[in-house]
């Protein structure tokens, strides 16, 4: 397979899909319509168990997408890699660093409570 520029775009744009996902994962409870029913204890749970299975979450957000785009046509295989590539970087770069950072957090909170008294 030779890749032209509308492939190139069209992984371009499945990253760009997969970005907005992941924006929504991290910013729905934000969002008045979804905050009903994606409240903040959900996303820590959503998000726990994500890092904790990284591989069960991985297949189940390819089954989305690859079931979403298909595999009829090349360009949209590049639009589902794209977005491979961006579910990747989310499950094995940012998650483990979010959850170090809140790590981080309440063990400089329990500190300080720990100096108040």
Same mark, same amino acid.
């Given at each position: ?12 744009? *499945?990253? *760009? ?20 029913? @994606? ?27 690859? *079931? ?25 770069? @940012? ?23």
């Amino acid at each position: 397979m030779i890749i032209t520029p509308s492939n190139t775009g069209s992984m371009i744009a *499945g990253a *760009g899909v997969g970005i907005f996902g992941w924006s929504l994962a991290l910013k729905g409870n934000k969002i008045p319509f979804i905050k009903r029913f @994606y409240t903040s204890e959900r996303k820590e749970k959503m998000f726990t168990w994500a890092s904790g299975n990284k591989t069960m979450a991985l297949l189940a957000l390819e089954g989305i997408n690859f *079931g979403i785009h298909g595999i009829t046509s090349a360009n949209a295989v590049l639009l589902a890699l794209g977005n491979t590539v961006v579910n990747v970087i989310g499950l094995w770069l @940012y998650l483990p660093f979010r959850q170090r950072r809140a790590h981080k957090t309440r063990i400089q909170a329990t500190l300080q409570g720990v100096k108040a008294i």
